[in-house]
């Protein structure tokens, strides 16, 4: 589990650290502070194997396509992770974990490889009256390099090779496993399906039908059903036939959702952006209990972002209600060029909702 | 859900609870002190945490300056003591005494009401700014005859004569609409203490 987390040259982020981290973490801030972008940094850095994710967050925000032009030296598809734009900066994102007194600490720099030796030089003749000479994309990298705990490193790459990116990578095991909910990704029915499946094969189902049971009492058990040659949940809340989840409201199907992440990425991590979507406020306290029991019985770390006031005062009912308070909420401020996190402890967090102080 | 009260000016007034904001509100704009926001701790207890809330919430990094008001009630020096100890658990310099303020950033100043090293609170100093009127004469009148005919007054005698004031204005007029209506001689030597201090901010 993150106990820290620091950011350099990523994204918004200059310097940046947050700290402590907890089992189950809620991210707030004003529009363009940095929320998704730091949740974006952790699941590049819990993934820091697997170069491929540097593109999927761009994925994550829309960017679903990138034109490769030869004639565009400044233009690459992760030019956007590096601060400002800048690609003479190197990220470094840095993680500890503390388990019982030892505390271990894993590091991801990224960088981009301009080797001379590598750009394709290329003359144009028609462009100007004495032609000029261009410089080619081919061999400009993304380099990533992880140091794990025992500063053991591993370099990947990402390549740009004419009109497509080339992946360098060894098969190596991630430092977390880890997904990451989008906040503008629809619910995919089918990988819900799967990830049903992966929990009912080592016989944990029941753990989130006890979860769904705190929104839908009625519920009775789940089970995968292929309809139109798709996969689907479908639950039995005592009709005399089976629904499907979605049909039994956006709560249900979101929740389930998020406890099959949880519950899919055992010891790892589950990033969500924006947690409130699709919620409404008055389940929100419920939804986060089941958050929380699914988090300590699969041992899986939490990092939520969001705009709602409803959704942190949820929380910290659904928390301060619960047998641990295992929660913290951070909040990100901008001032003097700098982004800072603010953490409120238990105590701090009451007193803020109590006193009706501005807390996003 | 409760009101969202967020920071919109540099200097803060911090206060018990929502009639003290409502008079000192208006006291400030009697004052001409536009620049001070006056803020609702919602009560006396768990200042610490709520002092750190505040500290941690949006816009405080441009704050210059704090000001804290608070009773005494029954222990004037534990209530500035505990004023102290919650400011610097929010991580500011508090003050050495009452009245001044720091030269910190922000700048700190606590007042215990009705005025350093006296038990009592904010009635008081009300109660002090009524006492020469002929309302009053007739409210000493009023609990005397209650005294002789039923041998018993009430427990807080000061807050029984001034809420009987109010009442002549009004039934059920609590301080801060006592302001809104203008009752309060802002002038009265009373509340003069209060006024250097507010200026200090």
Same mark, same amino acid.
């Given at each position: 589990?993150?106990?820290?987390?620091?950011?350099?040259?990523?994204?918004?982020?200059?310097?940046?650290?947050?700290?402590?981290?907890?089992?189950?973490?809620?991210?707030?801030?004003?529009?363009?502070?940095?929320?998704?972008?730091?949740?974006?940094?952790?699941?590049?850095? =819990? %993934?820091? *194997?697997?170069?491929?994710? =540097?593109?999927?967050?761009?994925?994550?925000?829309?960017?679903?396509?990138?034109?490769?032009?030869?004639?565009?030296?400044?233009? *690459?598809?992760?030019?956007?992770?590096?601060?400002?734009?800048?690609?003479?900066?190197?990220?470094?994102? *840095?993680?500890?974990?503390?388990?019982?007194?030892?505390?271990?600490?894993?590091?991801?720099?990224?960088?981009?490889?301009?080797?001379?030796?590598?750009?394709?030089?290329?003359?144009?003749?028609?462009?100007?009256?004495?032609?000029?000479?261009?410089?080619?994309?081919?061999?400009?990298?993304?380099?990533?390099?992880?140091?794990?705990?025992?500063?053991?490193?591993?370099?990947?790459?990402?390549?740009?090779?004419?009109?497509?990116?080339?992946?360098?990578?060894?098969?190596?095991?991630?430092?977390?496993?880890?997904?990451?909910?989008?906040?503008?990704?629809?619910?995919?029915?089918?990988?819900?399906?799967?990830?049903?499946?992966?929990?009912?094969?080592? %016989?944990?189902?029941?753990?989130?039908?006890?979860?769904?049971?705190?929104?839908?009492?009625?519920?009775?058990?789940?089970?995968?059903?292929?309809?139109?040659?798709?996969?689907?949940?479908?639950?039995?809340?005592?009709?005399?036939?089976?629904?499907?989840?979605?049909?039994?409201?956006?709560?249900?199907?979101?929740?389930?959702?998020?406890?099959?992440?949880?519950?899919?990425?055992?010891?790892?991590?589950?990033?969500?952006?924006?947690?409130?979507? %699709?919620?409404?406020?008055?389940?929100?306290?419920?939804?986060?209990?089941?958050?929380?029991?699914? =988090?300590?019985?699969?041992? *899986?770390?939490?990092?939520?972002?969001?705009?709602?006031?409803?959704?942190?005062?949820?929380?910290?009912?659904?928390?301060?209600?619960?047998?641990?308070?295992?929660?913290?909420?951070?909040?990100?401020?901008?001032?003097?060029?700098?982004?800072?996190?603010?953490?409120?402890?238990?105590?701090?967090?009451?007193?803020?909702?109590?006193?009706?102080?501005?807390?996003? | 859900?409760?009101?969202?009260?967020?920071?919109?000016?540099?200097?803060?007034?911090?206060?018990?609870?929502?009639?003290?904001?409502?008079?000192?509100?208006?006291?400030?704009?009697? /004052?001409?002190?536009?620049?001070?926001?006056?803020?609702?701790?919602?009560?006396?207890?768990?200042?610490?945490?709520? /002092?750190?809330?505040?500290?941690?919430?949006?816009?405080?990094?441009?704050?210059?300056?704090?000001?804290?008001?608070?009773?005494?009630?029954?222990?004037?020096?534990?209530?500035?003591?505990?004023?102290?100890?919650?400011?610097?658990?929010?991580?500011?310099?508090?003050?050495?005494?009452?009245?001044?303020?720091?030269?910190?950033?922000?700048?700190?100043?606590?007042?215990?009401?009705?005025?350093?090293?006296?038990?009592?609170?904010?009635?008081?100093?009300?109660?002090?700014?009524?006492?020469?009127?002929?309302?009053?004469?007739?409210?000493?009148?009023?609990?005397?005859?209650?005294?002789?005919?039923?041998?018993?007054?009430?427990?807080?005698?000061?807050?029984?004569?001034?809420?009987?004031? /109010?009442?002549?204005?009004?039934?059920?007029?609590? /301080?801060?609409?006592?302001?809104?209506?203008?009752?309060?001689?802002?002038?009265?030597?009373?509340?003069?203490?209060?006024?250097?201090?507010?200026?200090?901010?």
């Amino acid at each position: 589990m993150l106990h820290s987390f620091t950011i350099e040259n990523f994204r918004c982020f200059q310097d940046f650290v947050i700290k402590p981290l907890e089992r189950i973490n809620l991210i707030a801030g004003k529009n363009n502070v940095g929320k998704t972008a730091l949740i974006e940094g952790m699941f590049l850095f =819990a %993934g820091a *194997t697997n170069p491929q994710l =540097a593109m999927s967050i761009n994925v994550f925000r829309g960017i679903e396509a990138f034109e490769l032009k030869p004639e565009l030296l400044t233009e *690459t598809p992760w030019n956007s992770l590096f601060l400002n734009f800048d690609e003479n900066k190197m990220i470094r994102l *840095t993680g500890i974990d503390v388990n019982g007194k030892s505390k271990r600490e894993r590091r991801l720099h990224m960088k981009i490889e301009r080797k001379e030796s590598e750009l394709v030089m290329k003359r144009v003749p028609d462009r100007e009256k004495e032609g000029f000479i261009v410089s080619e994309l081919k061999g400009k990298t993304l380099e990533l390099t992880y140091t794990d705990e025992s500063k053991k490193v591993i370099k990947t790459k990402l390549i740009i090779d004419g009109n497509r990116i080339r992946v360098d990578t060894s098969p190596v095991p991630v430092p977390y496993n880890a997904i990451f909910i989008a906040a503008r990704t629809r619910i995919n029915a089918a990988e819900d399906a799967q990830r049903y499946s992966n929990i009912e094969i080592v %016989g944990q189902q029941d753990v989130l039908l006890d979860i769904l049971k705190l929104i839908e009492p009625k519920l009775k058990r789940l089970t995968i059903v292929v309809s139109a040659g798709v996969p689907m949940i479908f639950g039995d809340i005592g009709l005399d036939r089976l629904l499907p989840l979605p049909i039994m409201g956006d709560g249900m199907a979101r929740v389930c959702s998020l406890v099959l992440a949880i519950a899919n990425v055992q010891n790892g991590i589950v990033f969500i952006d924006e947690i409130e979507n %699709g919620i409404h406020h008055s389940i929100m306290e419920k939804i986060w209990t089941g958050i929380a029991e699914a =988090a300590r019985r699969f041992n *899986t770390q939490v990092v939520a972002t969001t705009h709602s006031r409803e959704c942190i005062a949820s929380a910290y009912s659904a928390f301060n209600r619960s047998e641990r308070y295992d929660f913290l909420f951070h909040r990100l401020e901008r001032g003097n060029g700098t982004i800072e996190a603010k953490t409120y402890d238990k105590e701090t967090l009451e007193a803020a909702i109590e006193t009706g102080f501005e807390v996003r | 859900m409760e009101d969202i009260e967020d920071i919109t000016k540099h200097k803060l007034l911090i206060v018990e609870g929502t009639d003290e904001q409502n008079f000192f509100k208006v006291f400030l704009r009697h /004052l001409s002190l536009d620049d001070i926001q006056v803020m609702n701790m919602r009560g006396k207890s768990k200042i610490r945490a709520k /002092l750190r809330a505040l500290t941690l919430a949006p816009n405080f990094s441009d704050v210059t300056s704090l000001g804290i008001i608070r009773d005494a009630d029954d222990d004037p020096s534990g209530a500035f003591q505990s004023v102290c100890d919650a400011i610097r658990g929010a991580g500011l310099v508090a003050p050495r005494r009452q009245l001044s303020f720091t030269r910190g950033n922000p700048k700190t100043g606590i007042m215990v009401l009705p005025q350093p090293g006296s038990k009592g609170m904010l009635e008081d100093v009300c109660l002090n700014s009524i006492n020469d009127t002929q309302e009053m004469d007739c409210i000493i009148k009023y609990l005397d005859c209650i005294k002789k005919h039923t041998g018993t007054l009430p427990s807080n005698i000061s807050k029984s004569k001034l809420y009987s004031f /109010l009442a002549t204005k009004e039934p059920g007029l609590r /301080l801060g609409e006592a302001a809104l209506r203008s009752v309060w001689r802002w002038d009265n030597p009373a509340f003069e203490q209060i006024k250097r201090f507010l200026k200090l901010l």
